[in-house]
Nanobody, 127 residues
Framework: QVQLVESGGGLVQTGGSLRLSCAAS????????MGWFRRAPGKEREFLAA????????FYADSVKGRFTFSRDNGKNLVYLQMGSLGVEDTAVYSC????????????????????WGQGTQVTVSS
């Protein structure tokens, strides 16, 4: 498995932007499909975005499409989530996830698809 640590969370005003990072260690992530999820208080964990191991393919949930961008730098063992046009409804703990994919082309959207998870970083959006 790969170890994941998120960073970049914090307090931001409505309409603002924030960039989250997820640093991997223990393995190269070049052969890992990656995902971003979030969990708001009292709600189930929600899928946000997926990226293939190659970085050639991305997929976004309707709730964030056009506002969030998923990218990766396999050479630095980092993935990013650029968030814009933030609203109060985006307040949650954001987590990154990984799973081995030797094809390097899969886009995975379900919680049970992944077997490595970070601890999460808090994002709070205020008006």
């Amino acid at each position: 498995q790969v170890q994941l640590v998120e960073s970049g969370g914090g307090l931001v005003q409505t309409g603002g932007s924030l960039r989250l990072s997820c640093a991997a260690s223990g393995r190269s992530i070049s052969n890992y499909a990656m995902g971003w999820f979030r969990r708001a208080p009292g709600k189930e964990r929600e899928f946000l975005a997926a990226i293939s191991g190659s970085g050639d393919y991305t997929f976004y949930a309707d709730s964030v499409k056009g506002r969030f961008t998923f990218s990766r730098d396999n050479g630095k063992n980092l993935v990013y989530l650029q968030m814009g046009s933030l609203g109060v409804e985006d307040t949650a703990v954001y987590s990154c996830a990984a799973v081995l994919d030797l094809s390097r082309r899969r886009l995975l959207t379900r919680i049970y698809d992944y077997d490595s998870w970070g601890q999460g970083t808090q994002v709070t959006v205020s008006s």
